[in-house]
């Protein structure tokens, strides 16, 4: 069994790549159940943004672990395997280390993944799939990108992927306060995006969710109004501004739908950003006279804005990042240990119950005690004293004067006396 952390993100894998190997949150304990039930993992945690996806295990067998991924989706391992990183136990905690304190980002130091991961975590969790592994990581994970926020700027003058939608759109429309805005979805991501399209006062915000009370709650929050989705062929043609997030597993807004709207609106621009993985508005849209359509790939080149600042605290975050690499590493070792220091405890448990149990015979027929104790330390010392010094007995002058060395260390002063 080994610490395993396999998958893909935006620098290994296109979006097209990434949306096909997205889990669904909604079905995420489930999913991480049947993955330990398949036998290929004893522990695993999951965590999928529209970024990346990651499986964070502890693996029997590696190989069946990302053929079980590959499988679940219906993908032909050779189709995945160019994208996809494999970071086997310190590695592992090195690259969690590095996704939680932001480096690893589209947008350097940005905060979000970090919730995302703890997410990931509290998940596996429920799901009964969190073993002391990867909780031990997790939590060491979660110390570190704290320790690494406090101590560095590497957050500093970072722009999120909703502030770079703002920046989008206002490229598009002179005034978003003149503008009605769509929001899609009412996750994590829906709430930062409102929040950031609300504080320019747009003429209208609406919130549409398959679960109209949540989008009512979301909506009511900035004066807004909430629709389902089922409402949204009827009443896109309204909006200028979509944005959309969800988790659905097809397109929310097809080509055609987007069409009839733009028909009704006379042609007039609609600018949209879709933050989902999978996506939510179908490729072809991009293709499309008077749509401005943006992926989260395509932010890339605005969230990169105050990159400098961030840059320049790299090395300090890098430094506090393999300073806690090699305490999990001494952590990893030390379980690797243990079998053979229960075995050994074990061996030296058994030995004394035996003396023990002999030493209360001879007290029960009457013996001296001075007599049972002083017999019981001999042969209790003599039996765990036989089998080193039968080794250095036997051993060659090479390994003799190595094994001096080894048992100087084991009993640090006692060889010297």
């Known amino acids: 069994m080994q610490l395993l952390t396999f998958g893909l993100n935006h620098q290994t894998a296109p979006l097209s790549i990434r949306e096909r190997l997205a889990f669904h949150v909604e079905n995420m304990e489930e999913t991480l159940r049947n993955f330990v039930r398949s036998g290929a993992v004893r522990e695993a945690a999951i965590l999928s943004t529209c970024n990346r996806t990651e499986i964070y295990c502890h693996a029997s067998n590696p190989a069946a672990a990302v053929e079980w991924v590959t499988e679940y989706h219906q993908l032909p391992r050779p189709s995945v395997e160019p994208y996809l990183y494999h970071y086997p136990a310190a590695e592992a905690a090195r690259h969690a280390f590095r996704v939680a304190s932001g480096l690893d980002s589209m947008v350097l130091g940005e905060t979000q993944i970090l919730g995302q991961m703890r997410d990931a975590a509290r998940r596996a969790e429920q799901a009964g799939t969190l073993g002391v592994m990867l909780h031990k990581l997790f939590q060491q994970t979660f110390s570190v990108a704290k320790n690494v926020r406090t101590s560095t700027e590497i957050g500093a003058s970072s722009v999120s992927m909703a502030a770079a939608a703002v920046r989008l759109a206002e490229q598009i429309f002179p005034d978003i306060a003149g503008q009605k805005v769509l929001f899609i979805g009412a996750g994590e991501m829906i709430e930062l995006c409102t929040a950031h399209f609300a504080a320019r006062h747009p003429k209208q915000l609406t919130v549409a969710n398959r679960t109209v009370t949540r989008a009512q709650v979301l909506a009511e929050q900035y004066g807004g109004d909430a629709i389902a989705l089922n409402e949204l062929p009827d009443k896109l043609a309204q909006f200028d501004i979509i944005v959309t997030s969800t988790a659905s597993q097809l397109p929310i807004l097809g080509k055609g739908m987007v069409e009839r709207a733009l028909k009704s609106r006379r042609h007039r621009p609609m600018f949209m950003v879709d933050l989902a993985v999978p996506r939510d508005i179908e490729e072809e849209v991009a293709e499309m006279n008077d749509v401005f359509l943006y992926t989260v790939d395509d932010l890339g080149s605005v969230v990169q804005q105050g990159m400098e600042n961030r840059q320049s605290q790299v090395g300090e975050a890098e430094a506090i990042i393999e300073s806690s690499v090699r305490q999990f590493s001494h952590w990893l070792e030390m379980r690797e240990l243990v079998p053979v220091i229960r075995s050994l405890r074990d061996h030296a448990d058994r030995v004394r119950r ?24 001999r042969s209790l010392t003599n039996k765990f004293l036989h089998h080193p010094t039968h080794a250095l007995h036997h051993a060659s002058d090479d390994e003799r004067q190595d094994m001096v060395t080894l048992l100087s260390q084991l009993y640090p002063g006692y060889l010297d006396s």
Do not use: D, M
């Not at 035996?354 to 330390?377: D, M, W």
């Open 354 to 377: 035996h003396e023990v149990e002999r030493a209360i015979k001879q007290l029960a027929r009457g013996e001296s005690p001075e007599q049972v104790l002083e017999q019981f330390s």
